[in-house]
């Protein structure tokens, strides 16, 4: 039985994700065998600074990308929102998973709140600039503060008083089993409050690129609509020459052979613009998204192509 060496994240939520999608392709294949491989990356040990000043989302990933390079790992399993537009070279992306729920939600140190009724000057908890901005579009009298670190983590500085309300992703939660748990005061964001991280709730297996046979293994659990639609949402951020710690959002939804796509990019004064197309052709939406965008305003922004 050839054994296949999966690299993942340390993280509770990595690991767990990682399990999840392993216990997929074993049930297809169970005469292969899997072994995780766990790794501790740059994102992970600096829980303390920014993802913006020690070079974005993708210290969760170069890491493991170099282990699965250097042949020390045969595939690994990464939520996409955290991967760059564009891999390392030599590598590819073998799979692409059935979504999770792709919204974020408001967690409340308080039963019986929301977000309309949070009193004035609460303090929220996110690291992200994408989620605050569009939560200020909501309610500009909150106070936001800097919240990393994992999910049981966040939590328990919810739980101790730190913040009046925090934000994570719903993906997050339900596959670590937090959504069964009664005692979290909790508000799904709808979409139409708040737009996704490009590519939230879908996991991605990344393999070699030379590597054919895994990669035909891989194809097994690819879900095509999912692929489909993230596939659109980064070439928004690889239009906008981005990385995925700027505020930027997009959710593309296919139905038949036309595309949803919703866009926003946050400009230097805090502004959500927002814009939303359908068609049939997803490459060109992205490219059409990004070009409204800039003639909203988002011309002369540092990480959009001049």
Known sequence: MKVIKVGTRKSKLAMTQTQQLVDQLKALHP???FVLVPYTTKGDRLTHVSLQEIGGKGVFVKEIERALLAGEIDMAVHSLKDMPAKLAEGCALGAISQREDVRD???FRQAGQTLADLPKGALIGTSSIRRQVQLQAQRPDLAFKPLRGNIDTRIKKLEEGEYDAIVLAMAGLKRLGWLDQSHLHMQPLETSLCLPAISQGALAVECREEDEELRQLLATVQDEKTAAEVAVERAVL????????????????????????????AKEDGQCVFVSLQGQDGQQLAEQAVRQLADKGAVGMPWLKK
Request: overall charge negative; glycine content about 2%.
């Open 105 to 107: 939600c408001l967690i």
């Open 238 to 265: 690889a239009q906008m020459n981005a990385d995925c710690t700027f505020p930027i959002a997009a959710f593309a939804q296919k139905n038949g052979q036309n595309y949803l796509l919703e866009a926003m990019l």
């Open 31 to 33: 005469e292969r065998d």
